[in-house]
């Protein structure tokens, strides 16, 4: 399977723990893009990365998330200090310059 | 980006045509019109994307208006496995921007 890949599906956590999604995006795709969707709602963007370059983050990453993309290959999102509110689904979706944007299955949150 | 507006909701009669509507009367001339839509607990499918003409492809098709401030999206024989949320997206290509989704049309396809 050569699309984009997002692990763990899905991860039920205490509140007040950490969290960490991983995302394998297709793999001569340099842009890399992370959104979050809560019930109900289109998604809404994080951030997004040009190879290992964090570009552009969204104010709704606070200062309790954090993404990498170290190789400039997959990219973790890592949430500290869960809340309620951080339940979600996160995406993950990569293109190349001007194409379009493939997205993956989405990793599922829900804090307890 | 510009702003979209779409109805929250439609209905489709199985094998029909869905047409979804999308406004947009304040795109630029550079700005594209994208279409992708989600199936409940998916990610979002790409479906179709253009700039001024009509665009087909084996998904669907795309009608754009002239004065290109608003756009159609053609499902010519709709299927049970079309019911999803069709988002319409209006973005400039080129420069890593991200897109803006709403909260997109709610199609649901009727036996």
């Known amino acids: 399977d050569t699309g984009v890949s997002q692990n763990p599906r899905h991860k039920i956590t205490k509140r007040g723990q950490n969290v960490t999604f991983r995302c394998d995006p297709i793999s001569e795709h340099n842009r890399l893009y992370w959104y979050r969707q809560t019930l109900g709602q289109g998604p809404e963007f994080l951030t997004y990365f040009q190879n290992e370059a964090q570009l552009e983050k969204s104010r709704l990453l606070s200062d309790r998330f954090s993404a990498e993309r170290p190789k400039g290959s997959f990219s973790t999102l890592e949430i500290q200090r869960t809340e309620q509110g951080d339940s979600a689904m996160y995406l993950c979706?990569?293109?190349?310059?001007?194409?379009?944007?493939?997205f993956g299955e989405g990793s599922w949150l829900t804090v307890v | 980006d510009a702003k979209t507006t779409q109805p929250p909701s439609m209905d489709c009669a199985e094998g029909r045509a869905a047409n979804l509507p999308c406004n947009h009367s304040t795109i630029s001339g550079n700005e594209y019109v994208y279409w992708y839509r989600q199936i409940h607990s998916q990610g979002p499918q790409y479906i179709i994307h253009g700039l001024k003409n009509n665009e087909t492809n084996e998904m669907a098709s795309l009608i754009i208006t002239e004065d290109r401030k608003s756009s159609t999206l053609i499902l010519p024989h709709a299927t049970l496995r079309d019911t999803a949320v069709y988002y319409c997206?209006?973005?400039?290509?080129?420069?890593?921007?991200?897109?803006?989704f709403g909260t997109g049309t709610s199609l649901t396809v009727i036996p």
């Open positions: 979706a990569s293109s190349s310059r001007d194409s379009e944007y493939f």
């Open positions: 997206i209006v973005r400039v290509v080129s420069t890593g921007n991200q897109f803006y």
